[in-house]
C-alpha cells in the first residue's frame, strides 16, 4: 500500500515559515497532482504535472510552487505560509494523466499553520 | 471551469437499506466521473467509475448512473453495511484532464 507515498504525515509550523511535502510514487506513472483538502473536506486541485506540461489552477497563489527532480517525485514547495494554508495535502498519480485513467492518491499530509 | 454540485452533505440509513448519492456537473466536455471513498483519516480511493459513452454501471452492491443530457450521476449502494461509512466524493474530468470534486457527502450506516 505505498504505491503513493508522503512525507511528512503531520506538519506543524508558524505563520510565514517555508516548508516541502515530499510525494512518491512507485507506480511508474507520468503524472502527479497535488490536492488540498479543507476543514470541509472539499478536495481542490492546485497542479497537475508531468515530463511535459506544468498546469496550474489560476486560484492557487504563488507562495505554492511544485517542484519536481524527477517523474517519480512531485513536491510541493510552501513560502510564507499562512493560518488559511492549514489543510490536508493530497498527492496523487495517473498513468499518463490521459482521459478516464484512475488517480491513486497518497495518505496525505497535515498541515497546521500555528 | 467545471462545477460539481454533490447531495446530500450527510446521510444517515439503516444497515441494509439503500443510499443514493447525486451529483451535477457544468462542463459539457467532461466525459469522466469516478466516485471516490474516504473513510476517516485515510486516503480518497476509487470505488467506482463511468465514461460518458455508458449510462450505468454495477460492480456488487455499488452501482452509478449518468445522464449527459441533464449533466448528473448518481451513486447506488444497496445492502448497506457498517463498513460503507464514510465520505463519498463524486469527480468529473474536464476536457484540461483536471479532476474537480464534490463537496462530500458523510454516509453514515446504522447498525
Known amino acids: 500500500d505505498t504505491a503513493v507515498s508522503q512525507t511528512p504525515k503531520y506538519l506543524v509550523t508558524q505563520m510565514g515559515n517555508d516548508k516541502s511535502i515530499k510525494c512518491e510514487q512507485n507506480?511508474?506513472?507520468?503524472?502527479m497532482y497535488w490536492y488540498k483538502q479543507d476543514s470541509k473536506k472539499f478536495l481542490k486541485i492546485m497542479f497537475s504535472?508531468?515530463?511535459?506540461?506544468?498546469?496550474i489552477n489560476e486560484t492557487v497563489p504563488n507562495r505554492f510552487s511544485p517542484k519536481s527532480p524527477d517523474k517519480a517525485h512531485l513536491n510541493l514547495h510552501i513560502n510564507s505560509l499562512e493560518l488559511g494554508d492549514s489543510a490536508v495535502y493530497f498527492c496523487?498519480?495517473?498513468?499518463?494523466?490521459?482521459?478516464?485513467?484512475?488517480?491513486?492518491f497518497g495518505p496525505g499530509t497535515r498541515l497546521l499553520v500555528l | 471551469g467545471e462545477n460539481v454540485e454533490q447531495h446530500p452533505s450527510t446521510l444517515s440509513v439503516q444497515e441494509g437499506d439503500s443510499a443514493v448519492i447525486k451529483c451535477t456537473y457544468s462542463?459539457?466536455?467532461?466525459?469522466?466521473f469516478p466516485w471516490y471513498k474516504q473513510e476517516l483519516g485515510k486516503r480518497p480511493q476509487l470505488i467506482i467509475d463511468?465514461?460518458?459513452?455508458?449510462g450505468e454501471k454495477k460492480d456488487q452492491r455499488i452501482a452509478v448512473t449518468l445522464n449527459k443530457t441533464a449533466k448528473h450521476f448518481s451513486l447506488h449502494i444497496t445492502e448497506t453495511q457498517p463498513e460503507d461509512s464514510a465520505v463519498y466524493f463524486c469527480?468529473?474530468?474536464?476536457?484540461?484532464?483536471?479532476?474537480?470534486f464534490g463537496t462530500g457527502t458523510r454516509l453514515t450506516v446504522i447498525p
Open positions: 496523487a498519480s495517473s498513468l499518463r494523466g490521459g482521459r478516464w485513467e484512475t488517480q491513486y
Open positions: 463511468i465514461r460518458s459513452n455508458v
Open positions: 507506480l511508474g506513472h507520468d503524472t
Open positions: 462542463d459539457s466536455a467532461s466525459n469522466y
Open positions: 469527480a468529473a474530468l474536464t476536457g484540461a484532464n483536471n479532476l474537480f
Open positions: 504535472y508531468n515530463n511535459k506540461e506544468l498546469i
